[in-house]
């Protein structure tokens, strides 16, 4: 699992591209891959998973409860989006894929295609 | 520029771009790591009736958020439990980016913040506290007799 610099642009003008790298953690166990990702902020229906070929797409739009009347004196999170994306490998199954968010954090869950699994060979003695 | 989540001045955006290039280009960055942000991230603003911060705290068990204001200063703190797996699992890890562990951040409210007037809503990882203003210090017209 690699990630990708290159990331697509989208020509749709409402939609800048400007948006924010979500922090990750990957881990990978015999069965498959584990992703975690921060994205405070996005409700579930604005979060978006692609998987086009080997690339997964994560993207989310933040949706806060702010005061219209607000003016905004310090930010630390200047952007309204979250956007990563990863180049996945051959032996991981895209279809299979389950994804989970909780209290802003996604977990992504994408195993091993069924012949790229570990297996024991029994040796026999003949 | 970009549509930005929370609008501010040139100035503010010219202060966070100079912020974001000495980040980048610092070598020796604070033992504490940077000094701005941090765990959670931070945004506030205001309106005439109350202060708003947002605290982009996600992955959090509500119960274990603490919020508290003394004398005007607000703290955060808790705990971020870890994804990580133990060490006895057949697990590698390829990339670990989120913060664990305890935080803590404090900030001081305005003067005219009224301290019983807080409420605080944790919703999609991120903490929302709303602080009302005085209402003596709200502003008001005055009628000229």
Same mark, same amino acid.
């Given at each position: 699992?690699?990630?990708?610099?290159?990331?697509?642009?989208?020509?749709?003008?409402?939609?800048?591209?400007?948006?924010?790298?979500?922090p990750v953690d990957v881990v990978e166990d015999g069965t498959g891959i584990t992703l975690y990702a921060d994205v405070p902020g996005v409700p579930k229906d604005k979060l978006n998973l692609h998987i086009e070929a080997d690339t997964l797409i994560i993207e989310g739009d933040l949706a806060l409860n702010v005061p219209e009347a607000m003016e905004a004196t310090h930010a630390e999170v200047s952007l309204p989006r979250?956007?990563?994306?990863?180049?996945?490998?051959?032996?991981?199954?895209?279809?299979?894929?389950?994804?989970?968010?909780?209290h802003g954090v996604l977990k992504l869950r994408i195993p091993k295609a069924e012949h790229a699994q570990p297996r024991r060979i029994d040796v026999r003695v003949g | 520029m970009y549509g930005a989540l929370f609008p501010r001045d040139m100035f503010a955006e010219l202060d966070r771009l100079q912020r974001e290039m000495q980040q980048s280009f610092d070598i020796s960055p604070s033992i504490r790591g940077f000094g701005r942000g941090g765990f959670p991230a931070l945004n506030a603003g205001g309106t005439p009736q109350s202060?708003?911060?947002?605290?982009?705290?996600?992955? &959090? *068990?509500?119960?274990? &958020?603490?919020?508290?204001? *003394?004398?005007?200063? &607000?703290?955060?703190?808790?705990?971020?439990?870890s994804d990580m797996p133990n060490g006895d699992e057949k697990t590698t890890v390829h990339i670990k980016e989120r913060f664990a562990g305890r935080f803590r951040r404090v900030l001081s409210l305005p003067d005219d913040a009224d301290p019983n007037g807080v409420s605080a809503q944790y919703r999609d990882g991120v903490l929302h506290i709303s602080v009302k203003r005085h209402e003596s210090a709200q502003p008001r017209r005055i009628d000229v007799q």
């Open positions: 699992m690699s990630e990708k610099t290159a990331v697509t642009r989208e020509t749709m003008p409402s939609q800048p591209d400007a948006a924010l790298m979500p979250y956007r990563r994306v990863f180049t996945l490998s051959k032996e991981l199954d895209a279809s299979k894929v389950s994804a989970d968010l909780s | 202060v708003e911060i947002y605290a982009f705290a996600p992955g &959090l *068990d509500p119960a274990t &958020l603490e919020v508290h204001l *003394d004398r005007g200063v &607000l703290t955060m703190s808790g705990e971020r439990k």
